[in-house]
């Protein structure tokens, strides 16, 4: 991660504009407004997008799920993770996980205010690190159901690399698990194209229903999960919620 530069735009950054947060800046702002031009939903697709993470965490909190993964968590908003989760199960425990030091410092300083509640730095494509982290494992206790959110990430890789995310953090979660997943999805070519090549934050790629199904093929996806949120404007947050049951962790 870059050091702290507010002359160009940032992912997090760009994403709280569009959810109507403050901590942005100028640049932020112009590649913010550019892009929706581009794409006049993209406002609305991201709080969609917020809308779909929260529903998420509260079924699996609703299930029982105690502990909650948020990779790539994002600047603070609200509802955060932890409010959906404790709204369930007051002693619900959640990690804040992003490699933007200043997203980890606002978590700490807005989310990780008490106890159960965790802000880390680390870099979400190492999965091996993550799941070694000592700040991560003294939160979560892997032999036991945890909720892994996948929000509004997996489109800044490519589709191998999505895909060995979703198969390692699903290997790493054990049977009765939750794993939410929602990826930027186009169904329009020239929105797509026109998207890419506008947004300077960081590279990104725009993953398709299939895609998303395929990376989830070893993933043991039952009735009751939740379906893709349906196509709209062209472009959409596609979303999943699963329970994961190949682990290494699985005793069953
Ligand atoms: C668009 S925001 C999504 C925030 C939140 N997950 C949500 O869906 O509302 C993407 C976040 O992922 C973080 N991020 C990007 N690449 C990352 C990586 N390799 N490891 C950890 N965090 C990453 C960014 O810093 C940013 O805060």
């Known amino acids: 991660m870059d050091a702290f530069d507010t002359t160009r735009p940032n992912i997090a950054r760009v994403y709280d504009f569009w959810l109507g947060g403050k901590d942005n800046f100028v640049a932020d702002r112009e590649l913010a407004c550019t892009m929706t031009e581009v794409n006049l939903g993209i406002p609305a697709m991201a709080r969609a997008n917020r809308e779909f993470v929260i529903a998420a965490v509260g079924k699996a909190a609703e299930a029982g799920i105690r502990q909650f993964v948020d990779l790539g968590a994002g600047l603070p908003t609200h509802p955060a993770v932890h409010e959906a989760a404790r709204a369930v199960n007051p002693d619900a425990r959640v990690v ?22 965790y802000a880390v730095e680390a870099d979400i494509t190492r999965p091996d690190e993550v799941l070694a982290h000592p700040a991560i494992g003294a939160a979560v206790d892997w032999a036991e159901p945890v909720a892994v959110v996948l929000a509004a990430i997996l489109h800044f890789h490519d589709d191998a690399t999505a895909g060995r995310l979703v198969a390692a953090y699903a290997d790493a979660a054990c049977a009765g698990s939750y794993l939410a997943i929602s990826v930027f999805s186009g169904h329009d070519d ?35 999960c939740s379906p893709p949120t349906p196509a709209s404007g062209g472009c959409c947050w596609t979303g999943w919620t699963c329970c994961p049951r190949r682990s290494r962790n699985c005793s069953g």
């Not at 804040?96 to 509640?117: C, E, F, K, N, Q």
């Open 96 to 117: 804040y996980v992003d490699s933007d030091p200043v997203v980890v410092t606002h978590a700490r300083a807005l989310l990780a205010t008490m106890p159960g509640i």
């Open 190 to 224: 020239d929105m797509e194209a026109g998207s890419r090549a506008t947004y300077t934050a960081a590279p990104f790629w725009i993953h398709s229903t299939a895609d998303v199904g395929r990376w989830l093929d070893d993933v043991d996806v039952p009735p009751n």
